[in-house]
Nanobody
């Protein structure tokens, strides 16, 4: 199983970016999918979560600006980021709990390689 993120880049403050993360492999089921971020010198923090049923939760710092969504048919999770601020600058990571045809009911946590988001002031 592999998670591949895309969509990061450089944007001015107030701008928007849309991140994507696609899971590939012999996947049986995907439970929760999340976006984390890690700024230089800081700990990795949870940005947003979406369950398999579509329930969402956000960090206070991004509420009202970011929207997480998923396409279960494509095994893909998205993060729409609007009104970006310089403090949003970080490497953004996708995380998902995935079971394979081999593990079935056992879910394993997987991480993507990360995509850089840089917001200039």
């Amino acid at each position: 199983v592999q998670l591949v993120e895309s969509g990061g880049g450089l944007v001015q403050a107030g701008g928007s970016l849309r991140l994507s993360c696609a899971a590939s492999g012999i996947i049986f089921s995907i439970s929760a999918m999340d976006w984390y971020r890690q700024a230089p010198g800081k700990q990795r923090e949870l940005v947003a979560t979406i369950t398999s049923g579509g329930s969402t939760n956000y960090a206070d710092s991004v509420k009202g600006r970011f929207t997480i969504s998923r396409d279960n048919a494509k095994n893909t999770v998205y993060l729409q980021m609007n009104s970006l601020k310089p403090e949003d600058t970080a490497v953004h990571y996708c995380n998902a709990e995935i079971s394979t045809l081999r593990t079935r009911s056992v879910f394993i946590n997987y991480w993507g390689q990360g995509t850089q988001v840089t917001v200039s002031s």
